[in-house]
């Protein structure tokens, strides 16, 4: 299995994402913005999905973290829940796979520590574990992450609430953990990523600001409607 660090260098990972009530879902339209992404200086690209992670490897020579949303009935977890949508996305060719690393009951009752080890035995690909706390990046470690992450802080009903990025919990992951550390999670600008990277941050996940134009157009009207009278 290759190091981390081998795969995705320091910089910006861009991720790539449609939900189904999106236009840009479907249609080839996520693999034409990780060419974009990649044309524009980003080292990775992080995309959901068996469809999409195979037609972004087909599209870009980016390293691709890989997730695989699924909800079930019994779970909150739904980033890579299972050992089965790991393997999924892997054999689509992602080079690393993203799962949720918080302190949520999995489905099936499964354990952090397990799906971590099956996923390097049988995989042979690095773990990425999304945390919501600095108690949650610590707890990943020790059940084997390669790498841990900010994603779900704000999104788990005990991480704090904030309009931009948890920088915070970077600082703690980066002096609590001998890991790298991924800041993902509301980078809405370009210095909110530059200071992550100075708090010691390998790399810095971007998605909303660069490929969800509804997200973008609905941040600058809801600035621009405060002149409007």
Not at 17 to 37: H, I, S, T, V, Y
Request: some cysteine.
């Amino acid at each position: 299995m290759i190091a981390f660090e081998k795969i995705f260098k320091r910089g910006l990972i861009v991720s790539c994402q449609a939900r189904e009530d999106e236009p840009l879902f479907g249609g080839g339209f996520m693999a034409k913005m990780a060419l974009a992404a990649q044309l524009g200086g980003a080292v990775g690209i992080r995309a959901n999905g068996v469809k999409d992670v195979h037609e972004i490897k087909l599209t870009t020579s980016l390293p691709i973290i890989g997730i695989n949303k699924i909800k079930f009935d019994n779970s909150e977890v739904y980033i890579t829940p299972t050992f089965e949508s790991a393997k999924a996305i892997a054999k689509a060719g992602a080079d690393m796979i993203a799962i949720d690393g918080t302190a949520r009951p999995r489905p099936n009752g499964e354990k952090l520590s397990w799906l971590i080890a099956r996923i390097h035995d049988e995989l042979q690909l690095p773990v990425m574990a999304d945390c919501s706390t600095s108690e949650e990046g610590l707890a990943a470690a020790q059940a084997g992450a390669d790498v841990v992450a900010s994603t779900l802080s704000g999104y788990t009903p005990y991480s704090p609430k904030m309009e931009g990025p948890d920088l915070d919990l970077i600082k703690a992951l980066v002096e609590q953990t001998a890991l790298p550390v991924i800041a993902e999670g509301r980078y809405h600008y370009p210095e909110q990523a530059g200071r992550a990277l100075q708090m010691g941050a390998h790399a810095v996940v971007v998605g909303g600001a660069i490929t969800r134009p509804q997200e973008i157009t609905k941040r600058f009207v809801a600035m621009m409607n405060e002149y409007l009278i």
